[in-house]
T-cell receptor
């Protein structure tokens, strides 16, 4: 069972704004940075956001992150069919002394 | 462009040892400040961090796997390798290698291999 909790699925229509939540606790999200990964079908995970809100080079500003207390969220605006993917949150966990991941959210663009 | 490629057996018997190698191209595993790690994903489950290594030999283990895991870095070959002992069906997973930012509050994987499926079965 993952230490970070995500909804198993999310959906939206093209152009819509979708958010994906990630819930943790005081040992991980509340006291450390949150990261988000995108895994397109048939490919390896790709870093989408780091340090809660920062985008690596090449990631469009349609993707944004936020964090409050023990929860974090990924928002995708102007949804496109190419955004269909699995999304994973991650954070350092002080109890584990290592990074932990969420179970992943499968995003469907209707 | 940095590329990572996992290699190793796709099928391993229970109780045996899994050996996987990650070959890095387009960059050096000796690059200052970068660490290298292994992550896995069992079928239908989330990602799980296994272990991280620096070229100097410093290693960091997932406590739940530490007793069964070994990692090493071969800088001349630009490779790093994972060994996982006493395999069970629960170790069946896609195994990924990745370049890792590690330290000063940053713990993330910014470049991944394609992954290799390892099945533990007799």
């Amino acid at each position: 069972q993952s230490l970070l909790t995500q909804p198993p699925s999310a959906s939206g229509t093209p152009g819509q704004r979708v958010t994906i939540s990630c819930s943790g606790n005081s040992s991980n999200i509340a006291s450390n940075y949150v990261y988000w990964y995108q895994r397109l079908p048939g490919t390896a995970p790709n870093l989408l956001l780091y340090r809660n809100t920062q985008r690596p080079s090449g990631v469009p500003d349609r993707f944004s992150g936020s964090k409050s207390g023990t929860s974090a969220s990924l928002a995708i605006s102007g949804l496109r069919s190419g955004d269909e993917a699995d999304y994973y949150c991650a954070a350092w966990d002080d109890s584990l002394s290592g990074p932990v991941f969420g179970g992943g959210t499968k995003l469907t663009v209707l | 462009q940095l590329q990572l490629q996992e290699s190793g057996p796709g099928l391993v018997k229970p109780s045996e040892t899994l050996s996987l190698t990650c070959t890095v191209s387009g960059g050096s595993i000796s690059s200052s400040g970068y660490y290298w790690g292994w992550i896995r994903q069992p079928p239908g489950k989330g990602l799980e961090w296994i272990v991280t290594v620096y070229s100097s030999g410093s290693t960091y283990y997932n406590p739940s796997l530490k007793s069964r895991v070994a990692i090493s870095a071969d800088t001349p070959k630009n490779q790093f390798s994972l060994k996982l002992t006493s395999l069970t069906a629960a170790d069946t997973a896609v195994y990924y290698c990745a370049r890792t930012a590690w330290g000063f509050g940053n713990y993330y994987f910014d470049s991944w291999g394609q992954g290799t499926l390892v099945t533990v079965s007799s």
